[in-house]
Each structure stands twice: as C-alpha cells, then as structure tokens.
C-alpha cells in the first residue's frame, strides 16, 4: 500500500491513492522538511519527471507520509530518498493546511507537518536525479525577494509557506 497516502475521505483518514487524491483535491496528509545551515536553508529543483511542479523551486524535502507510517519517519525516508542523506535530527515546527493548484488538473489539498533540521556542512547532499535536479543553499532574506520576484519558478507551497508561516518555521531567522 505504498502508493496510498492518508486522505480525508467524509471525515474519515482513509487510505488513498496519490494521484487520485490529487487529481480530485482531496485533504491529504504530508511533511515538508526545511534543512538549515545558519540562515541558508536548502532548496531542490524537482525534476523533470515529476508529475507535478517539475522543474520548480521548493523546500528540502516534501512529500507524502505511507499510509500508517508516521510524520517523522516519512520526512527521515524522503531525506533519504530525495537526498541521499542519513538520517537527520528534526524538530517539528508547526502543522499547517493550504490548498494549491499545482497545474495538469492536481490540486495539493494537505495538512502539512513541518520539520526543521541542522545539516552539518560535513554531511554530503546526494541528490537522486529521479527526484532532484538540482540543489542550492538560499539565504532566508534573499529567497524571500527571489518569491516575489520570480514566483512562477517555485512551487505554491513554498510560496505559501515563506508568505504565511515564515515565523512559525523559521523563529527569529523568518525573512522580513
């Protein structure tokens, strides 16, 4: 059941298959990682091939948790996954909900867990090109200039997330 993920389906956690959920805007669980070194956080170009948002900017890592698998073992696997990094010590910061067109007829409807976490300049980022196509440590200030700017080269959660939940992810680092 690795392709079903924790939707709301009457009320009800129900288990769901990804692109269904998307494809009918459902209200569906997920993390999002923000990996930090100071006040740089790393950003991911997603691939090419991903079925939605290829070639956007977004957060660290950002996904779906399994069905009965737990927030904080989904955002470990991903960072694994999409970054080929150990596991990472995470804080959770804050849960939010937002609603996105994510183009191609999907809509990312999802109650968020978001994870904080120190990536030591020792650890190597490995990106998996099936993922990833590129990665970047971004200064907090300069990245929020960069989404305003260019905002149709990031993805609408991180849009969302640096506009409305700046301060809850990021504390006294959060952009001005």
């Known amino acids: 059941m690795s392709d079903m993920i924790p939707t709301w389906v009457e009320g009800v956690l129900t288990p769901v298959e990804k692109l269904e959920a998307h494809r009918k805007g459902l209200r569906h669980q997920a ?3 923000f990996l930090m070194r100071g006040n740089k956080t790393l ?15 977004a957060n660290s890592c950002c996904t779906h948790p399994y069905w009965g698998e737990s ?8 960072l694994g996954d999409e970054l080929g ?19 191609g007829g999907m809509i990312e409807h999802e109650v968020v867990d978001i994870f904080v ?3 030591p300049e020792t650890v190597p980022v490995l990106p998996n090109p099936a993922e990833v ?15 305003v700017k260019t905002p149709a080269s ?22 001005a």
Not at 43 to 57: E, I, S, V
């Open 85 to 103: 990094l150990p596991p990472i010590p995470l804080i959770f910061r804050d849960r939010v909900e937002y609603r996105a067109d994510v183009g």
């Open 31 to 33: 993390i999002s990682v």
């Open 117 to 119: 976490g120190t990536l």
């Open 43 to 57: 950003l991911q170009r997603r691939a090419l091939g991903k079925y939605h948002t290829p070639g956007l900017w």
């Open 154 to 175: 990031f993805t609408p959660w991180l849009q969302i997330y640096l506009r409305d939940h700046a301060a809850s992810i990021f504390g006294d680092m959060h952009p």
């Open 133 to 147: 196509m590129d990665t970047i440590w971004q200064g907090l200030d300069d990245l929020a200039q960069e989404v």
């Open 71 to 78: 927030a904080l073992d989904c955002a470990q696997r991903r």
